[in-house]
Nanobody, 116 residues
Framework: QVQLVESGGGSVQPGESLRLSCAAS????????MGWYRQAPGKQRELVAT???????NYGDSVKGRFTISRDNAKNTVYLQMNSLKSEDTAVYYC??????????WGQGTQVTVSS
């Protein structure tokens, strides 16, 4: 079974940047789409960004132009570069992967806090 483990979260001030990483526990499993979703207290989980194995990307409207998703297929790792962070970006960020023969898989989440 493949597990997804996020890292890179933390507390920053508005305007600063963070880079999140999500590493799969094995590289021998084929993963199609990978991505990031986030959930703030009292809100539904929302799309941040997704990326296919071929490099196609999709972003949520609230992060377009500020966040960049990328992946290293050889490592089954996905990254999220977050620039110009706002207080509204504060949430738990969850890594997602559609793992072949396993299905939708989620990480445990990493906290991102943006405050003055």
């Amino acid at each position: 079974q493949v597990q997804l483990v996020e890292s890179g979260g933390g507390s920053v001030q508005p305007g600063e940047s963070l880079r999140l990483s999500c590493a799969a526990s094995r590289t021998t499993f084929s993963i199609n789409a990978m991505g990031w979703y986030r959930q703030a207290p009292g809100k539904q989980r929302e799309l941040v960004a997704t990326i296919t194995s071929g490099g196609g990307t999709n972003y949520g409207d609230s992060v377009k132009g500020r966040f960049t998703i990328s992946r290293d297929n050889a490592k089954n790792t996905v990254y999220l570069q977050m620039n110009s962070l706002k207080s509204e970006d504060t949430a738990v960020y969850y890594c997602y992967g559609n793992v072949r023969r396993q299905g939708d898989t989620w990480g445990q989440g990493t906290q991102v806090t943006v405050s003055s």
